[in-house]
């Protein structure tokens, strides 16, 4: 079964009606139909949403993404980190794990600190950590395929082919992956 991992911006898309929805709903009827095992990261959660504010719990998290049509969909828990992600849904972190955290981020943030404590800047630096944590949690279940409408970060040519070979599998567009897929 191919593991196909979608981040925040996908759900944004079909909350927004953006062009990639009708790309993303063929991707839930794909995991619907059992061709492929369809996920969404915990830290997505963790974002700030459209109108500019967080979620004030994990339950509201449920409800959006259920009112967009990802009810089944698994939802993969990140590595924890205090007042970022929600409790009950994150994982205690290891040495192995926070190296793929350090990894990630020198390649997707090399001028926003590692730590909360160092960057002044805590939206970016949080923003920032919910990417990281996305593709983290996405190597660490052993996805395939990493699906993101995101251009600034994850497709950059200077960023993807590091990002692949930290075992990101395929880093792909909306569009890109149905059309592989489809194959």
């Not at 992600?85 to 997707?108: F, N, V």
């Not at 409408?149 to 075992?167: C, D, E």
């Amino acid at each position: 079964m191919i593991k196909v991992t979608m981040d925040t911006n996908c759900i944004i898309d079909l909350e927004e009606e953006r062009e990639s929805a009708c790309y993303i709903r063929e991707l839930v009827l794909m995991h619907k139909r059992g061709r492929i095992e369809l996920s969404v990261s915990a830290i997505s959660a963790s974002e700030r949403k459209t109108n500019g504010k967080y979620a004030s719990n994990f339950t509201e998290f449920q409800q959006m993404i259920r009112d967009v049509g990802l009810e089944d969909v698994k939802i993969l828990k990140p590595p924890g980190i205090w007042d970022v992600t929600y409790w009950d849904w994150c994982t205690w972190g290891d040495e192995e794990t926070e190296k793929l955290q350090r990894d990630i981020h020198q390649i997707m943030f090399p001028k926003i600190k590692f730590s909360y404590s160092e960057e002044r800047n805590t939206k970016r630096w949080r923003n920032a950590k919910c990417d990281v944590l996305a593709l983290c949690c996405h190597i660490r279940n052993e996805g395939d395929i990493f699906v993101t409408s995101n251009t600034k970060g994850f497709h950059q040519i200077t960023k993807k082919p590091k990002l692949i070979a930290l075992g990101a599998g395929q880093i792909l567009y909306p569009k890109e992956t149905i059309s592989i897929l489809t194959e």
